[in-house]
T-cell receptor, first 114, second 113 residues
Framework: ETGVTQSPTHLIKTRGQQVTLRCSSQSGHNTVSWYQQALGQGPQFIFQYYREEENGRGNFPPRFSGLQFPNYSSELNVNALELDDSALYLC?????????????FGQGTRLTVV | DQQVKQNSPSLSVQEGRISILNCDYTNSMFDYFLWYKKYPAEGPTFLISISSIKDKNEDGRFTVFLNKSAKHLSLHIVPSQPGDSAVYFCAAIVMNRDDKIIFGKGTRLHILP
């Protein structure tokens, strides 16, 4: 079991609403990334935060935004929700190792937009 | 454009036999590869990784092989056990500033009794 926890685990929202998802990172990890996993697909990178600043972004519109806090926990905010935003949202905390990256995922938040 | 491809959506293997999951990639800049395992209602769990400077990495029942010239990697599970039934994701990273993980679509492995 990882130290990465996400809340809530499930959420139902109406199209046009806004949502905030939360993630606490693994102890010792200063980087948090968010991924969207649609049905039948692999996780797709949304963005990454390193020491409270955005450190890279995938192909997602600006209505997807985030924050990282001094304790390295993070939030993902999605405005003007669309039906296609229904997916599993995964948070991963990570740190560089000697030869690669150590990344641990939370259990995810299942978002349904109706 | 799918940079990491897992062309087999599912695979069934008899318990005790070898499971071989395959993965192809297109980006020659990838320098670190990972395999994740995912059960329903859980996040992906890290299994094993390999650096692009190596061609094999072994950890218990799991071995990952990398063929850089073919841009192909595979995960071998020997012997396969019932608890190995899950979705397996192949993933890759370019070790630069953001280290974003690029995932394949996954292969669902069924271990048959």
């Amino acid at each position: 079991e990882t130290g990465v926890t996400q809340s809530p685990t499930h959420l139902i929202k109406t199209r046009g609403q806004q949502v905030t998802l939360r993630c606490s990172s693994q102890s010792g990890h200063n980087t948090v990334s968010w991924y969207q996993q649609a049905l039948g697909q692999g996780p797709q990178f949304i963005f990454q935060y390193y020491r409270e600043e955005e450190n890279g972004r995938g192909n997602f519109p600006p209505r997807f935004s985030g924050l990282q806090f001094p304790n390295y926990s993070s939030e993902l905010n999605v405005n003007a929700l669309e039906l296609d935003d229904s997916a599993l949202y995964l948070c991963a905390s990570s740190r560089k190792t000697g030869f690669g990256t150590e990344a641990f995922f939370g259990q995810g938040t299942r978002l349904t937009v109706v | 454009d799918q940079q990491v491809k897992q062309n087999s959506p599912s695979l069934s293997v008899q318990e005790g036999r070898i499971s071989i999951l395959n993965c192809d990639y297109t980006n020659s800049m990838f320098d670190y590869f990972l395999w994740y395992k995912k059960y329903p209602a859980e996040g992906p769990t890290f299994l094993i990784s390999i650096s692009s400077i190596k061609d094999k990495n072994e950890d218990g029942r799991f071995t990952v092989f990398l063929n850089k010239s073919a841009k192909h990697l595979s995960l071998h599970i020997v012997p396969s056990q019932p608890g190995d039934s899950a979705v397996y994701f192949c993933a890759a990273i370019v070790m630069n500033r953001d280290d974003k993980i690029i995932f394949g679509k996954g292969t669902r492995l069924h271990i048959l009794p």
